[in-house]
């Protein structure tokens, strides 16, 4: 009965769990103000994967992700990867790629209004509290208030993320963040 059970809830899980190519519903964004950090959105991606951040005053902020399991399924190939790939952002994608324990992901920033350059600076970090860890990818200011952002992120496996990374890499106008902590 056991057995039975815990088969039912794996499977479960595994229908329930990120697929290639979905959008990723539940990744935690942070957006911060500098130079104090003080949060000034905090939001979960809805079913499409997508969050807006708007009315944004003008000012230089930080954006924060938490991003959550893939199913195992997802991770097959992750042996094959280059380990030092990290994470990739490309410029005219506005699309960070990005490898972490938990799966692959492609970050697109979106909908960018009012903000310095129309792109957003990429940065690659973790930060660790009491409480959780989340991935510093990115810096952005804006020019002038009513500033906006939508992030929308979606589940990749380890083939798409090596392949755009790849891609990317070689270009070199393109951005390749190793700055790992």
Same mark, same amino acid.
């Given at each position: 009965?056991?057995?039975?059970y815990?088969?039912?809830?794996?499977?479960?899980?595994?229908? &329930?769990?990120?697929?290639?190519?979905?959008?990723?519903?539940?990744?935690?964004?942070?957006?911060?103000?500098?130079?104090?950090?003080?949060?000034?959105?905090?939001?979960?991606?809805?079913?499409?994967?997508?969050?807006?951040?708007?009315?944004?005053?003008?000012g230089?902020?930080?954006?924060?992700?938490?991003?959550?399991?893939?199913?195992?399924?997802?991770?097959?190939?992750?042996?094959?990867?280059?380990?030092?790939?990290?994470?990739?952002y490309?410029?005219?994608?506005?699309?960070?790629?990005?490898?972490?324990?938990?799966?692959? &992901?492609?970050?697109k920033?979106?909908?960018?209004?009012?903000?310095?350059?129309?792109?957003?600076?990429?940065?690659?970090?973790?930060?660790?509290?009491?409480?959780?860890?989340?991935?510093?990818?990115?810096? &952005?200011?804006?020019?002038?208030?009513?500033?906006?952002?939508?992030?929308?992120?979606?589940?990749?496996?380890?083939?798409?993320?090596?392949?755009?990374?790849?891609?990317?890499?070689?270009?070199?106008?393109?951005?390749?963040i190793?700055?790992?902590?």
């Amino acid at each position: 009965m056991k057995k039975l059970y815990l088969t039912f809830v794996f499977f479960v899980l595994s229908f &329930f769990a990120l697929k290639a190519g979905e959008p990723v519903p539940g990744a935690e964004v942070t957006v911060e103000q500098e130079p104090n950090e003080d949060p000034i959105a905090y939001q979960f991606t809805g079913s499409s994967g997508t969050v807006t951040i708007d009315h944004l005053d003008k000012g230089t902020y930080r954006i924060l992700l938490k991003l959550p399991d893939q199913a195992p399924k997802m991770l097959k190939g992750v042996d094959k990867i280059n380990p030092k790939l990290k994470s990739v952002y490309n410029p005219d994608k506005r699309t960070y790629y990005i490898k972490e324990p938990k799966g692959f &992901f492609a970050v697109k920033f979106d909908g960018l209004k009012k903000i310095a350059g129309t792109n957003i600076a990429p940065i690659y970090s973790k930060e660790r509290n009491k409480y959780k860890e989340r991935i510093v990818i990115g810096k &952005f200011t804006i020019t002038e208030n009513n500033g906006e952002i939508t992030i929308k992120i979606n589940a990749i496996t380890p083939k798409e993320f090596e392949n755009k990374a790849m891609k990317t890499k070689h270009d070199t106008a393109k951005a390749v963040i190793n700055n790992i902590r």
